[in-house]
Structures are given as structure tokens and as C-alpha cells.
């Protein structure tokens, strides 16, 4: 899947070149969801379907191209928009079958907090059978 992410990159290398030009003001690639579909149907749907894992594909190929003007040190994005209207979901809808899924919200934000810590370890406690155990929690929240 990594080729095709590097074939699809190699087709927007003048978009790439511009955004490393304005380099950090901007750092997102912004990637047309159609234009996605047009070129390979199956990295598409694995778009919609496990957008965590192939978000790190994009970033990984755009962190290995070799971009002129790129600082040692630059961290490149992708973003996608213009998803399929069937990925709309109305907040009030959202519900536990979206969680993993890439979808399209539309609200206005009124308010912004602090960003809170990411739960690394957690501690079960099963107060009649089991003694305590500790479960490493990793990235997408998965026990292991």
C-alpha cells in the first residue's frame, strides 16, 4: 500500500514543493478525497476504514520524499477533505460504530480547552475473583 501512497505523492509534487516553500506556517498537505478514489478505489475505502493506519502511510511516504527546500527537521501532514456525503454524520448521531472510522462533522466550535493526558497504563480491579492487574494501553486504544 506504501507504493501506491508514494505513486499518489509523486502526482502532487508540485503542491508538495509549494507547501515546503511556506514551510512552518503551513505543514498539511490537503488531499482531495475524489481525487483519492480516481486513482486507486481500495486505498480509498482503507481511507474510510482504517484512516489512523493509512493517515501514517501518507505521513510516512510524505516524511521519505525527497523535497527540496525541506528543513532537516520537518513534519509534513495529511489532510483529506471532501468526503462522501454517506460519511456525514450529524453530531447528535455520533455513536460507538463511528469510533475508528473517518467521517465528516460540521458544528462551530464555541469553546477550546486544555488538551488533557493520554491514558498510557491503566489499573483493573476485580474485587472477587481476580487480584489487581495492570494493562498496557497503545495507540489506536487497544489492550495488549
Known amino acids: ?3 501506491k501512497i508514494s505513486e499518489f505523492l509523486d502526482k502532487k509534487s508540485k503542491e508538495i514543493n509549494k507547501l515546503a516553500e511556506i514551510y512552518p506556517e503551513k505543514k498539511s498537505l490537503i488531499i482531495d478525497y475524489e481525487e483519492l478514489e ?3 478505489l481500495k486505498l480509498a ?3 474510510l476504514q482504517n484512516p489512523d493506519a493509512t493517515i501514517s502511510l501518507f505521513e510516512e ?3 521519505d520524499l525527497k523535497i527540496p527546500m525541506q528543513k532537516a527537521d520537518a513534519k509534513f501532514y495529511a489532510r483529506f477533505t471532501n468526503l462522501p ?3 456525514f454524520v450529524p453530531v447528535k448521531h455520533l455513536a460507538s460504530e463511528h469510533i ?3 467521517i465528516t462533522v460540521e458544528g462551530i466550535v464555541n469553546r477550546i480547552g486544555d488538551i488533557l493526558p493520554k491514558v498510557s497504563t491503566g489499573k483493573f480491579v476485580c474485587k472477587s475473583e481476580f487480584p489487581d492487574e495492570k494493562v498496557r494501553i497503545s495507540a489506536p486504544l487497544q489492550y495488549t
Open 45 to 47: 475505502e482503507d481511507m
Open 38 to 40: 480516481k486513482f486507486d
Open 100 to 102: 475508528n472510522k473517518l
Open 61 to 63: 511516504a510524505l516524511s
Open 1 to 3: 500500500m506504501k507504493e
Open 85 to 87: 456525503d454517506a460519511n
